[in-house]
């Protein structure tokens, strides 16, 4: 079928609430997730009242055996923050024709949520969980009662808000208060024409209140009388043409991620399962188990590695062939990918210190080309392989590696990988990894500057785990027994308390005791298991030796521990800290 596009007339805001009902407004694959909040669409509603453009909507026609080519979405008709924020695919057996959305999904499912769904939103201070405590349900109202007062005046307002449009809980809208008298916006659709309107303003004791008649009469018109939503129609079943509108049409306003766009290549790859659905569920999965802030885009990157020899992430990379090898893989490369998750969590890694995902991209294609991803993390058989990787992962994170464009390093780093698998090495290849990196810009070689700038590492920085951790490695970081701690306690680097202690300061001394170079990084920090670190609590160093007698040598201590020597202890604990860094950085 050929392609044409024009504009077609607008309809009401009703109507277009029932094409979402009836489902002839649907969604294509490679839609994005609703992510307005609750003050962006009370907003919408106040431009609409006020007359003012919203903008026109982009509608792909699909009818026929078209229909059955792609996975469609619904509207979203319900909202809950974080926990309900996408759409359900909609079966299109039976629907002979209906319109995708190519622009305007986030308005129309705005005007759905106020028009006849609900938008469930955090309520401050509470703990994220999916009830109604945490996420109470409200729905839009709107205020029938002008605040004249200057207080509520709302003309004056900086948003130039002319009617008060609020989501509020049913308990909210119930409450009595002189200067609101809020009227629930989903009733307007079942209130059509004068008559009803004035039957609803009798029922309603509303017969005398002109201001509430004429917010609510403008209400009504806005919704039933004024054709507002002004659309281009695209028609003919060509879905390349569709994608390459949607992406040219996306390129401004919220910036399109490509994992948008290949997204739809995965679905309709897909035969079996519905690629959407895992994927995201995968996702969902792995944030509420540990964290870990992946989207998609991890698992499509994945993809690329496992499936493509560039690994560029571009939608011509990303094709029906191989979607179709991905899905029949699937339940292996998802076992990686949590594996690798549950890994990283096990080595002490949390969102705050794990600084770049794709750090972890080698080591999910590692598990899943040598089919180690099946009880990876627990099997006494993987030991070594596994504080390998460890190593390597705190090594390559605090090179930095993967910053900026990361395909190139990615790259190598798998092709590496699989050569030296089809020679038969069993554990992960980190020295040849390391050895091939050299012969690039992103090496991993180190030298004095690089580890004396890691010394002056501060304790609050993402990096300071990963130093620590290769510091001292024979801690329990799986079960979180470890804490990071100040050597000499950091409440008394400050003149009133050091001149307490009898500590003068002068020109020698003056810049290690007040300078958080020296005393609040790594120079002055150690890694403590749960029973060192009860014991150390705030306590001076040389009390705690003292009393606690630590191996000096594990904890990288020198002799002089009393406070007052605290420019030696800086200097010569330096030197013994270069020494095992230079190793444990050396793979």
Not at 380 to 388: A, L, M, N, P, Q
Not at 517 to 531: A, H, R, T
């Amino acid at each position: 079928m050929s392609s044409s596009s024009s504009f077609y007339p607008a309809i009401t805001v009703a109507d277009a609430i029932q094409k979402i009902d009836y489902n002839q407004y649907l969604l294509p694959a490679i839609q994005r997730d609703f992510v307005w909040s609750h003050t962006k669409i009370e907003m919408l509603f106040d431009s609409l009242m006020q007359g003012y453009p919203i903008g026109s909507m982009l509608l792909w026609r699909v009818e026929g055996k078209d229909t059955q080519a792609q996975r469609y979405y619904g509207i979203l008709k319900k909202y809950r923050e974080r926990f309900l924020n996408r759409s359900e695919e909609i079966s299109v057996k039976g629907i002979p024709s209906f319109e995708v959305v190519l622009d305007g999904q986030q308005r129309l499912t705005a005007l759905y949520l106020g028009l006849k769904g609900s938008y469930a939103y955090h309520e401050y201070n509470l703990q994220w969980k999916d009830t109604d405590y945490s996420l109470p349900t409200r729905y839009l109202y709107l205020n029938l009662t002008y605040k004249k007062d200057e207080k509520y005046n709302l003309e004056d307002s900086d948003d130039n808000k002319k009617f008060e449009f609020r989501f509020l809980k049913e308990s909210e809208a119930n409450e009595k208060e002189e200067n609101n008298k809020w009227f629930k916006v989903s009733e307007i659709l079942g209130i059509v024409g004068t008559s009803q309107l004035n039957a609803y303003y009798k029922k309603n004791d509303l017969t005398e209140d002109e201001e509430a008649q004429e917010i609510l009469s403008a209400l009504h018109d806005m919704v039933h009388m004024y054709k507002l939503i002004h659309y281009y129609l695209e028609q003919g079943g060509d879905f390349t043409r569709a994608l390459n509108i949607f992406v040219r049409i996306n390129s401004g306003g919220i910036p399109l991620s490509y994992s948008d766009l290949v997204m739809s290549t995965t679905i309709s790859g897909w035969m079996i399962l519905d690629a959407k659905k895992e994927i995201n569920g995968l996702v969902d999965e792995i944030v509420r188990e540990y964290g870990f802030p992946v989207t998609k885009d991890f698992v499509l990157r994945t993809y690329l590695i496992l499936y493509n020899d560039d690994i560029k992430f571009r939608v011509e990379n990303f094709t029906i062939k191989n979607a179709k090898e991905f899905e029949s893989h699937w339940q292996e490369i998802r076992d990686a990918i949590r594996e690798v998750f549950q890994l990283v969590s096990d080595f002490g890694y949390v969102p705050h210190t794990l600084t770049s995902l794709n750090a972890l991209l080698p080591i999910v294609y590692y598990l899943y080309i040598s089919e180690k991803a099946n009880g990876f993390c627990k099997k006494v058989g993987f030991k070594s392989d596994r504080e390998i990787i460890k190593r390597w992962l705190h090594v390559v994170l605090l090179h930095r590696i993967f910053g900026g464009q990361a395909e190139g390093v990615l790259k190598v780093i798998r092709d590496t990988i699989r050569k030296e698998l089809k020679k038969g090495t069993e554990l992960f290849p980190a020295s040849t990894i390391a050895i091939r990196l050299s012969k690039t810009s992103k090496s991993i070689s180190v030298d004095d500057e690089f580890i004396q700038n890691l010394l002056y590492t501060q304790k609050e920085d993402r990096y300071a785990f990963p130093i620590l951790a290769l510091l001292f490695p024979y801690l329990d970081y799986k079960n979180g027994d470890f804490n990071l701690d100040h050597c000499h306690p950091i409440s008394v680097f400050n003149e009133k308390k050091l001149k307490a202690k009898d500590i003068i300061l002068d020109d020698k001394n003056r810049d290690y005791f007040i300078d958080w170079e020296y005393f609040n990084s790594i120079i002055n920090l150690q890694m403590l298991d749960g029973n060192e670190n009860k014991s150390k609590n705030a306590k001076d160093l040389k009390t705690w030796i003292e009393d606690f007698k630590p191996n000096l040598k594990n904890h990288y201590l020198p002799k002089e521990v009393d406070l007052i020597d605290f420019p030696t202890f800086v200097e010569k604990r330096q030197e013994l800290l270069k020494g095992k860094l230079k190793e444990a950085l050396t793979l």
